[in-house]
């Protein structure tokens, strides 16, 4: 029991030094775990945060009605908002939402394989790092790995999930007639790169409450493999 506190002791002083050193001076009846195990449990983990949360968000709805991720306007687009709703217009600055919304619900469909592979990829050297990380520290390395390619992939589909609405002309509309208003600002008309980038926030805010969940409880450790490599963390 003493070695073992030791051990845990071990691992809050030494932060990014040699995992593997501390892995080996566990009791063998306490873990038999290595370099391999340690790298495939935190592809576990983040294979799971794709599963349980990220594609939550492809189903109806899966943006609007999930308060940490709902899209809302642009800062510079709230007071068009508000001035639907004071005139009475509140179903339809609603309805304008929601088809930022449900572009970014389509768009995050294409994520999964490019999660996957990243996943693949991940080697005992990261798994290192990403374990002794902060709580987001997989899902960091993830949004590190990914997001050029995700914004790619995003991006054409929020604009075709715009035209098949007409939720394009609608908008740019508005934001026109807006921006040619006395003593006002202009804004950037572009919602679609707007909508992917908060689609993008979205997904990696997700895979981040699975990683918290593993991470901090031990209940949601749902596999021995998990069990045994977010343990060293502890």
Same mark, same amino acid.
């Given at each position: 029991?003493?070695?073992?506190?030791?051990?845990?002791?071990?691992?809050?002083?030494?932060?990014?030094?040699?995992?593997?050193?501390?892995?080996?001076?566990?009791?063998? *009846?306490? +873990?038999?775990?290595?370099?391999? $195990? @340690?790298?495939? =449990?935190?592809?576990? !983990?983040?294979?799971?945060?794709? %599963?349980?949360?990220?594609?939550?968000?492809?189903?109806?709805?899966?943006?609007?009605?999930?308060?940490?991720?709902?899209?809302?306007?642009?800062?510079?687009?709230?007071?068009?908002?508000?001035?639907?709703?004071?005139?009475?217009?509140?179903?339809?600055?609603?309805?304008?939402?929601?088809?930022?919304?449900?572009?970014?619900?389509?768009?995050?469909?294409?994520?999964?394989?490019?999660?996957?592979?990243?996943?693949? *990829?991940? +080697?005992?050297?990261?798994?290192? $790092? @990403?374990?002794? =990380?902060?709580?987001? !520290?997989?899902?960091?390395?993830? %949004?590190?790995?990914?997001?050029?390619?995700?914004?790619?992939?995003?991006?054409?589909?929020?604009?075709?999930?715009?035209?098949?609405?007409?939720?394009?002309?609608?908008?740019?509309?508005?934001?026109?007639?807006?921006?040619?208003?006395?003593?006002?600002?202009?804004?950037?008309?572009?919602?679609?790169?707007?909508?992917?980038?908060?689609?993008?926030?979205?997904?990696?805010?997700?895979?981040?409450?699975?990683?918290?969940?593993?991470?901090?409880?031990?209940?949601?450790?749902?596999?021995?493999?998990?069990?045994?490599?977010?343990?060293?963390?502890?």
């Amino acid at each position: 029991m003493k070695r073992l506190l030791l051990c845990v002791l071990a691992l809050q002083l030494v932060g990014c030094a040699e995992l593997q050193q501390v892995v080996d001076q566990l009791p063998q *009846g306490t +873990t038999a775990i290595g370099n391999d $195990q @340690i790298a495939q =449990g935190l592809r576990e !983990a983040l294979n799971l945060g794709i %599963e349980k949360q990220v594609e939550k968000l492809t189903s109806e709805n899966g943006f609007y009605s999930n308060e940490l991720v709902k899209i809302m306007l642009p800062e510079e687009l709230q007071k068009v908002d508000k001035t639907l709703r004071d005139i009475g217009l509140s179903s339809l600055a609603d309805e304008g939402l929601k088809i930022i919304n449900r572009a970014a619900e389509d768009a995050v469909a294409e994520a999964t394989p490019i999660f996957v592979d990243a996943v693949k *990829g991940i +080697t005992f050297n990261d798994a290192k $790092q @990403i374990l002794l =990380g902060n709580n987001n !520290a997989a899902t960091q390395y993830l %949004e590190q790995a990914t997001k050029t390619q995700l914004y790619n992939k995003f991006n054409p589909v929020i604009k075709s999930s715009f035209e098949k609405v007409g939720a394009d002309k609608i908008w740019s509309n508005i934001i026109t007639k807006y921006n040619n208003l006395p003593l006002t600002n202009n804004v950037n008309p572009d919602l679609t790169d707007y909508t992917t980038d908060q689609a993008l926030e979205g997904v990696f805010t997700m895979i981040a409450v699975e990683e918290q969940e593993i991470r901090n409880k031990v209940s949601s450790r749902s596999t021995d493999l998990l069990k045994k490599v977010f343990a060293l963390q502890d």
